[in-house]
């Protein structure tokens, strides 16, 4: 059987990247970019993920890694020591490299590499890739396809550095040839480093095949800088993006629109522009969002209207055939079948029936200063524009809330509710 280990090289120091703590956890479309590279590692050898990391992000990665082992490397002395660090922890016969901070590599590209490896027998191989712009990486000596050597950017003679065939980092090997070989790595003596990619010229002058496969440019951009970030992050968007339109899914300016790693969209959504979306929301089929809309952890059932310029966060499930509109806030509310909430409310901790239509600027007052409170409203309610619901309060099926009532009383069935001072008109002599 084909057992396999991976394991992600996450020692560095992110010096470059400028963030309060590792660049490893930050946030990319929602997921830490570290956790991107880990589902990749776990869908391809389970249980068996060794991250490398280092004395001041083990806690950090722990908090978001689980079933893995850690191992830390103490000084960053290059990768070919970062893998050294893995080897006791590695049970099986075949080793996978990943590196933490190049999260666009696809599962596709990795069955790709393992297929070559297996097939071709060899003990190991490479991804590579081929770019315009080979500035900083390593480049592939070949000859007549055979990979002879990987050079690193400041070892580069002036005609190995127009080379554009260039080393991902991602490899497969078994992992006794590996090690056995890893040992005979030099340390670099411009940059006090010992390079994992020198092992190939090592495997070529002692014969061992390797080989490698090339994958596009776009999967092996690796996140050193905030600049780097935000190209890695435009591809990602665009790869979900792209995803969506295939089922039918039309974003009238895709661009301008922010999705994230886990959102679902069903068939004949249309997404207007400037749309974001956050975790953990699912947007149902025959839905449309309008321009500005900002929705984080919210299910929006079948043929709804939301926004423009609708926000709505999390816990909130908004049912079939409702509309939200322009400047309307929801929070942790259930709100269900044909309701409409069109302009200008607030609705907080409520629960709220079906076919209710809650007017213009109603606001659910649901915080006392100390402890949010509830409001339910039951089906059929009617409530007049500008009104307050006082929490905890429930409104109970078919009553009435005249527009402008601040409601502090729990409204029977079928009944109406107003509260309002009586209107003085005063005749234009008296104002003079
Ligand atoms: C590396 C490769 C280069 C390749 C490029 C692709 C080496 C020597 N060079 O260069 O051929 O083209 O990646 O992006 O491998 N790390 C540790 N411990 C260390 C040093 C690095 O864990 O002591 C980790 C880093 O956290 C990172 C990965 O290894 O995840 C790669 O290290 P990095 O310093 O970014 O290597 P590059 O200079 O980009
Ligand atoms: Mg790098």
Redo the contacts with the bound molecule.
Sequence with gaps: MFSITTVI????KSKRFKATSSKLVYPLCGLPIISHVYAIAKKISGKKVVV?CNNENINELKSILKDCVFVI?NQ????A??IEQAQNKINSKNVLVL????PLITLSSIKKLIKKFLSSKVKASLIAFRTQKPF???RLLTKNNVLEE?V?EINLNIYQKKINL????VLIAEKKILFDNTKKIKINRIKK?R???DIFKIFHSNNFNSNYIECNEDE?L?I?TLEDYNKVQSILQKRYIDKFIKIGVNFLKPKTCYLSYDTKIEQNVIIESNVTIKEKTIIKKDSIIKSNSYLEGVTIGEKCNIGPSARIRPNSIIDKNSKVGNFVEIKNSKIGKKVSIAHLSYVGDADVGNNVNIGAGTITCNYDGNKKHKTVIKHNVFIGSNSSLIAPVILEANSKVGAGSVITKNIPKGSLAIERSDLKILSNKRTK
């Design positions: 090289l996450a020692a560095g490398v490397q960053q002395r290059g990768t020591d970062a590196f933490g901070d190049t900083g990486y390593g990987i690193e260039c080393n991902s980092g480093e390079y994992l990619p092996m690796g050193n």
